[in-house]
């Protein structure tokens, strides 16, 4: 069976500061991991993902995240948060076997001048 | 298409009415999945198609809620009799079928109020 978890369901930074979404994820073989975002709204929006070739990945509007296997995790990270940047966060997996998409309950960041 | 498509996006129906929620995936694209999305329930896996079988239905709530696919592209999802606590946005995603290494791509959802 495949799980995420994300620790925070809120997340406040300050505009400039660093962002740091965290998710752990839960396995029995390599998995694909996804993150997400939602404006209010809207549907979601691939940011970036992990499908096991470079373990840093690199994904839209300056967000990137580390797959760790050590520690089955894939935090989402961004340098300098701007207020656009506030919205929710989900992260997800699939793995080998399993087609469907396994998401986490979601991160909401608020961003602040 | 160039994105998936759902329609309507917004419908407001009384209690123990029956809906249809349509799905428009993006062309080529071999598997599509319903999700719903629920005030603090996060996302929930509903089906998901490969073609036009359903390998995996397991998140049907219960058995008021089906889902068709025809002709390998658009999907319906039917709620019958419904009730308040079906009251969601259902979000339809299509992908290549690949695991989701070419990406699944969602669309904008629709919003179900029951009342």
């Known amino acids: 069976a495949q799980s995420v978890t994300q620790l925070g369901s809120h997340v406040s930074v300050s505009e400039g500061a660093l962002v740091l979404l965290r998710c752990n994820y839960s396995?029995?073989?390599?998995?694909?991991l996804f993150w997400y975002v939602q404006y209010p709204n809207q549907g979601l929006q691939l940011l970036l993902k992990?499908?096991?070739?470079?373990?840093l990945v690199k994904g839209i509007n300056g967000f990137e995240a580390e797959f760790k296997k050590s520690e089955t995790s894939f935090h989402l990270t961004k340098p300098s948060a701007h207020m656009s940047d506030a919205a929710e966060y989900f992260c997800?997996?699939?793995?080998?076997?399993?087609?469907?998409?396994?998401f986490g309950t979601g991160t909401r960041l608020l961003v602040s001048p | 298409g160039a994105g998936v498509s759902q329609s309507p996006s917004n419908k407001v129906t009384e209690k123990g009415k029956d809906v249809e929620l349509r799905c428009d995936p993006i062309?080529?694209?071999?598997?599509l999945y319903w999700y719903r999305q629920s005030l603090g329930q996060g996302l929930e896996f509903l089906i998901y198609?490969?073609?036009?079988?359903?390998?995996?239905k397991s998140g049907l709530p219960s058995d008021r809620f089906s889902a068709e696919r025809t002709g390998g592209s658009v999907s319906t999802l039917t709620i019958q009799r419904t009730q308040q606590e079906d009251s969601a946005v259902y979000l339809c995603?299509?992908?290549?079928?690949?695991?989701?290494?070419?990406?699944?791509?969602f669309g904008s959802g629709t919003r179900l109020t029951v009342v």
């Open positions: 995603a299509s992908s290549l079928g690949d695991r989701g290494r070419s990406g699944y791509t």
């Open positions: 396995s029995s073989v390599p998995p694909y």
């Open positions: 992990y499908t096991s070739a470079a373990t």
């Open positions: 997800a997996v699939s793995s080998r076997g399993f087609q469907k998409l396994v």
């Open positions: 062309s080529g694209h071999t598997a």
């Open positions: 198609f490969q073609g036009n079988s359903a390998p995996d």
